[in-house]
Every structure is written in C-alpha cells, then in structure tokens.
C-alpha cells in the first residue's frame, strides 16, 4: 500500500534536493545516481550517498527542519514520500505507526547528542613527548642536510689538496688523498652515440606521451565552439552537394568551384577529428566525461565515423590517370559523386534540430522542407538535362534539340531544366518544354507523381503544425464561450460582461491562459522552491514584519504566494471588508484611495511596495480601498497560509507579534473597544 504512494522524481546534475534548516515533509529514496551532503554555501562535500540509500526520514516524521544540505552530484532517479502519503497510509497501521515514532525519536536524539558532541569537544592538543620527540627529529634532519651540502660542495670544489696538488696542505685533504690512492684507477670514457640516441628516443616517447594526454580532451554538445562547427558544416554539405551534382550532369568546371571544394574537404576531415571528441548523452541524459567512451561511441555510431569516412574518402587521385585535361576533370566529377553522402548528416542536423525545446517548430519544418525541396528540384533539374544531354553532348530527338538549347549559355540552360522541374512538380506542366523521347515522358511522369506527393507532404505537415499550435487557443476559448453562456443566462449587465471578457483576453496576452501555479507543480520541491524565492524575495523582504527573519522561512514561504492579474481601474481590496491577505506589488501602480472619498487617490503605490500587512495579524476592516492604476501584478498572501508557516518557526513567530503589536496595536485596540470584539 505504501509502495503506490511513492512518486518518482528526476534531479539534474547539482541540483539541490534538500537545503538546511528547511522544513522538509518529504523522505527521499535514492534508485539511480550519486548525491552529496553538502556545507551550506556548497563548498565542501562531507559524504556522498549511492544508488539504494535514503534520507530525509527524521522530517517525514517530525516535520522538523533539515539537518544538512544534499545535492546531487549526477543526474537522479528519486523516489519521493510525502508525510501525507504516510500519516494517510499509517491510520491502518497504529502498531507500525508507534513503531516509526519510536524508531525517528531514537534517531533524532542521536543526531542532537552527536551535534553537541561536536561543539563541545574542543580539538586535540598534541602530547608533550610527542612535541619534544617531534623537535629532535627536526633538528637530525636539518643537521643531515647540512652534512649532506657540505659535501656536495667538497666534491664540486676540483681536485683534492696535498704535496702533490695546488692549494694548502691539511689533515681533512691528506684524508682525501689516501681515500683516493686506495681506489681503483678507471678510465673517464666519453659519451657515445649510443647515449645521445637513448636521450633521443627518451625525449621522442615523452613527447609522443604528452600529445597522447592533450589530444583525450572531451566536448560538451552544446558548447558554442561545436554547435556553431555543426552549423558551419551542414551549409558547406549543402553547398558542396550543390557544386557536386552540376560538374557531374553539366559537366561545367571552373577553378573557383575546385579550389572551394578542397577547401571545404579540409574543413570536413577537421570535424571527423573534433567529433571524436564530442560527448554523448546516454539513456539517462548525463553527458559521458570518459574519452575512451566518447571516442568508441563515434566510431560504432550509425551514421557516424564509417559514413563520414566513405563520404571523404579521397577518390579524386584516381582522376590524375586521365590522358587530358577533358578526362581528367570528367573522372574528377564523377568521382566525387560518393560525397553525396553526406546528405545523411543534413537530415540528421534537422532531426536532432526539431527534438529542442527552445525554438519555432513551425520555422525548424520550414527550413527543413526548403532544403528538402531544394535539393530534390536540383537533382532532377540535373537528370532531366543528362537525359538529353549526357556528358554535355545533346543527342538528336531530345528536348534539348529540339529547344536548340546548345544556343544558349550554361546559365540559360540551368535555368531551363529548373524551370521544367517546378512546373512538372507543381502541376502537370505547361508545355512550352515537354518531353520528346520515351526516356524522357517516363522520368517526366515519374517528376509527377513525386512532386505531387511532396507537395502534399509538406502542406500537411505545415497544416498540422499549425493546428497543434492554435489548440491552446481553441481550449481556451471554448472556455470563454462557456463563461460568456453562462453570464448570459444569469443576466448580468453588459458592463460587467465587458469587464469579465477583457480581464480574459488580458490572462490570454500575458501567459496563454495557463495557471502559473500549475506550470511548477511537476519540478522537485527544492527547485520549486528556489525559483518563488527568486521572484518574490526582494518583495518578502521588504516587509516590516518580515524583518529579521532567517532565509529558511522566506524560502518556505514564497511559495505560498498566489499571483493575481488586475486591470486598470478594478479594485484590489474594498473599504470596509475583513481581509485575510496582504498584497505585494511586483509589477504596474495601485492607487490608495481617501477614507472619506473613495473617488480621490490619496497615495500612489509602485512596484516593491505591499499594503493590508495587517491582515495577516489582526481581524479588523480594512481602512481603505485599493485601487488599480494600470495592469497590475500583485502577489497575495493569505493568513492561513502564513500560519502554516509560522508553525514551523515559533521564533520567528514571535518576532512578528512583535513588530505588528508595535506597528498596529494602537489602531486594532481601538477597533476592538470600540466594537467589543477580542482580537487574539
């Protein structure tokens, strides 16, 4: 039974699962990955915890703020148990219940008698022998050094001393001389080839060394460097794919487009080196560090190294063995034919380009259907010209006889075959150029029959693509209709109708229709968390109540905060009602209006500020109205949400008693004389 309300829950790297001194209601089962008990500012690692270890039980239990900081260190599969699971699946199980409270007291007083421990034990002092002991030690080593120098420099200082030597005679150097004399007399033999060679290969297997160790560096997919790389590369295949098939069907060849060929050759063999390089991400979106992995993963990889291989295989030597020029450039275009391989990696680009989140699908598809019918017109541009015209030479009864096309320039003729490719894909054809051979009407009837599915194919995809972006907006306002029923059939007057349809269209402008509360309810609760206290801190506290009190509480209770979308010239709040939430202004002014005249602004109120902060504390009528000036976005603060809060820090509890007897005591006092009510 308590198997089924365990929730998964997926943790990227370095995110944090849990922080210190938040109060936690969740215990946390670790399926896959590594997490870390970390300091609070995240600098130090105490422990790491692997696949199979828990955490989190003592505040299931207690509700009690968390003992330490824990992040992950990879990416986690986390199973989640919230203590309304538990507490809802214990009231079946009193007998186990007992026994879980008494096993997390057990814990928990452990964990306090420990942390005492701590601070009370001051550190070790080292032993008084110990430190002598350690003195004397120091002071051998120092003296062995000194020896050791000495003679060091005796050694370096020539030849020994004595009759028979220059300089002084003495008893240390008459020493040196008898320990001289007694030794073997041996030849100094000089250094031979043999050491210089050994020194050369030493110094060549170092170098070999270093260049092995700098080249098993690892990229990361997303890095600027290689994103801009891949882009680069898919337009040069496109352009070079291009210059490939009309050298090989028009037979047209011109130094520029040569020496650009081989330019772009170059830059391709670069990028098979740099993506041997390139990290992977597995099954469980972590990127893979180790480069032995990353570079067999290339190497295996379907359309991967081998495709990329074939596709830059060098064939046009084979060129060089023409007898003339005509032959040699002839062989050197229809050798390079196998480059069209790489086409593949264009269509994979598009692929892995439509799987992000992060762009306009409808511009991706578009993209990808330009290049698509680009090179599809070219190619059979390309073949119905080969067909009249192959190697260049128009064969009589063919389109191109008949057109004299062999009046025409290079241009012009390129032209005319692409003119005949849209208009047979796109229709039927017009006639003006047709076929006139067999070969001819069957690849013509073939161009048909293709360029009507293609067409078709890419209109249906953009009528889809379409229509999944607008079905937020049919939702919607399918809602809308309903509401506008409904406000019909109870009779509201049209004003109001009005105010109600235009505050729609407003939530439409702003965020689609979407609740903004919905959008986070699936991310971990510590990120949750962390990205309210982003956006409502610097509002929190700015709270006069609110002075003083410890991060963990804002960051507990930012995210009880409910944002609010008004109009201008709508009321906030209204003179006179009993009010259960303070309002924080984030974005747009708010005017205050005059006690005695609710038509007249007496104070102007922007972004930052807060009023009724009174609310949260005391049960009286508000003393003034509120008043929209412009669009507006509040964040509201119920009482009862700020209590479920507060139960948890009772020190902080008390300071805002505090403050809020000081700052409105006076006025709720009189409030509850005056109407004989108690305000608690």
């Known amino acids: ?49 692997q696949a199979g270890r828990f955490f989190g039980e003592i505040s299931l239990v207690f509700s009690v703020p968390r003992t330490a900081s824990i ?15 538990l507490d809802r699946v214990l009231t079946h199980y009193p007998l186990i219940k007992d026994q879980i409270h008494k096993v997390a007291e057990e814990r928990i007083n452990a ?46 200082n020539g030849q020994p001393s004595g009759p028979g030597g220059p300089g002084p005679s003495s008893s240390g ?85 040569l020496i650009f060929s081989y330019i772009c050759e170059g830059i391709f063999w670069l990028e098979i080196y740099i993506k041997f390089h390139v990290s992977y991400s597995d099954r469980y979106a972590e990127l893979e560090k180790d480069f032995g992995k990353v570079y067999n993963h290339y190497l295996k990889q379907t359309n991967g190294f081998i495709v990329d291989l074939i596709a830059s295989l060098p064939l046009d030597v084979f060129a060089l063995c023409g007898t003339s020029v005509e032959s040699r450039y002839m062989a050197l275009s229809m050798l390079r034919i196998i480059h ?73 003729q390129y032209c005319f075959c692409i003119y005949w490719c849209v208009a047979t894909m796109t229709s039927t054809g017009y006639g003006d150029v047709h076929a006139y051979s067999i070969g001819e009407m069957v690849f013509a009837s073939f ?28 939702a919607y306002e399918e809602h809308l209709t309903a509401i506008k029923d409904h406000m019909n059939d109870q009779g509201l007057p049209s004003k109001l109708q009005k105010r109600v349809i235009s505050y729609y269209d407003y ?19 510590c990120m949750h968390a962390s990205i309210w206290l982003g956006t409502n801190e610097h509002l929190l506290k700015k709270v006069a109540m609110f002075k003083g009190a410890e991060d963990s509480f804002f960051r507990t209770l930012s995210p009880m905060l409910r944002q609010v979308l008004t109009m201008p010239n709508d009321y906030l ?13 984030h974005r747009g002014t708010v005017g205050r209006m005059r006690e005695d005249n609710e038509t007249k602004i007496c104070k102007v109120l922007n972004a930052g500020e807060y009023f009724d902060d009174i609310s949260l504390v005391y049960d009286i009528p508000r003393k003034c109205s509120y008043k929209a000036i412009s669009h507006v976005d509040v964040y509201a603060l119920s009482r009862d949400d700020l209590e479920s809060v507060l139960k948890h820090y009772p020190i902080v509890e008390a300071q805002i008693r505090d403050i809020a007897a000081d700052l409105y005591g006076e006025s709720s006092s009189s409030y509850a004389e005056h109407n004989g009510v108690y305000l608690g």
């Open 173 to 257: 150097s008459n020493e040196t001389d008898n320990v001289a004399l007694d030794m073997p007399q041996t030849e100094v033999i000089p250094q031979s080839n043999c050491c210089s060679k050994f020194c050369s290969k030493e110094r060549f297997r170092t170098c070999i060394a270093a260049i092995k160790k700098a080249n098993r560096f690892v990229l990361d997919p997303d890095s600027r460097f290689v994103r801009y790389l891949r882009n680069f590369t898919c337009v040069l295949v496109m352009l070079t794919s291009w210059t490939i098939i009309y050298e090989a069907a028009f037979q047209h060849h011109h130094l520029a487009i």
């Open 447 to 474: 161009v048909m029959i293709v360029g009507q599915l293609i067409f078709g194919f890419i209109l249906g995809n953009i009528a889809s693509t379409l229509a999944n972006a607008e079905s937020n907006r049919v």
């Open 111 to 156: 964990v306090r008698k420990r942390s005492k421990q701590k601070v009370s034990v001051p550190p070790p002092k080292p032993a008084a022998s110990a430190t002598k002991q350690e003195t004397i030690d120091e002071k051998a080593d120092e003296e062995k050094k000194e020896e050791k120098k000495t003679n060091e420099k005796k050694g370096q």
């Open 573 to 585: 709040v209204r003179q006179g009602d009993i009010g259960d939430e303070m309002y924080l202004i």
């Open 1 to 49: 039974m308590l198997s089924m309300c365990i929730k998964p829950v997926y943790y990227l790297a370095t995110d944090y699962v849990v922080r210190k001194h938040d109060i936690g209601s969740e215990m946390f089962f670790i399926h896959r990955g590594v997490v870390e008990v970390v300091s609070e500012d995240g600098n130090i690692v105490f422990d790491t915890m």
């Open 340 to 412: 069209l391989l790489r086409l593949i990696r264009v269509s994979t680009f598009f692929t892995s380009w439509e799987k992000e989140l992060n762009i306009n699908v409808l511009f991706v598809r578009l993209c990808k259907f330009f290049v698509e019918l680009f090179v599809v017109i070219h190619l059979f541009a390309s073949i119905w010209y080969v067909i009249a015209c192959p190697l260049a030479d128009c064969m009589d009864g063919t389109w191109a006889v008949n057109e004299d096309l062999d009046n025409y320039s290079i241009l012009q």
């Open 507 to 525: 939530i439409w402008m702003r965020n689609k229709g979407v609740d903004i509360k919905a959008l986070l309810k699936d991310s971990p609760s």
């Open 71 to 85: 992040r992950t260190q990879n990416n986690c599969d986390i199973f989640v148990l919230t203590k309304d699971d």
